[in-house]
């Protein structure tokens, strides 16, 4: 088993910048690939960011490319998102997930995940 927890979330102006954590613990030695999701209200959780974890290769959602970067420790057992220029329309709860197949944009792709941390943008 993996835990996620993820930490970072908060209240921040339009153009202002976060940086989202997640750790995990347990069995990540079988980890493969690590993501963030979103999911703003009434809608569905959709796709943000991805990470292999060897290689470090990296996926975005068109909503976030330039915008957003995801990276990671391995040491630390760690993946960051840090969020740049934001919008209002990046109000959600983001999710990190892990998985043990190669990244995808598919929630099915993701076997573990956080239990999500609140960012919100004022206009």
């Known amino acids: 088993q993996v835990q996620l927890v993820e930490s970072g979330g908060g209240l921040v102006q339009a153009g202002g910048s976060l940086r989202l954590s997640c750790a995990a613990s347990?069995?990540?030695?079988?980890?493969?690939?690590r993501g963030w999701f979103r999911q703003a209200p009434g809608k569905e959780r959709e796709f943000v960011a991805s990470v292999q974890c060897n290689s470090g290769t990296t996926s975005y959602a068109d909503s976030v490319k330039g915008r957003y970067t995801i990276s990671r420790d391995n040491a630390k057992n760690t993946v960051y998102l840090q969020m740049n220029s934001l919008k209002p329309e990046d109000t959600a709860v983001y999710y990190c997930?892990?998985?043990?197949?190669?990244?995808?944009?598919?929630?099915?792709?993701?076997?573990?995940w956080g239990q999500g941390t609140q960012v919100t943008v004022s206009s």
């Open positions: 997930a892990a998985g043990l197949l190669e990244p995808s944009m598919s929630e099915s792709a993701y076997d573990y």
């Open positions: 347990g069995r990540t030695f079988r980890l493969n690939t």
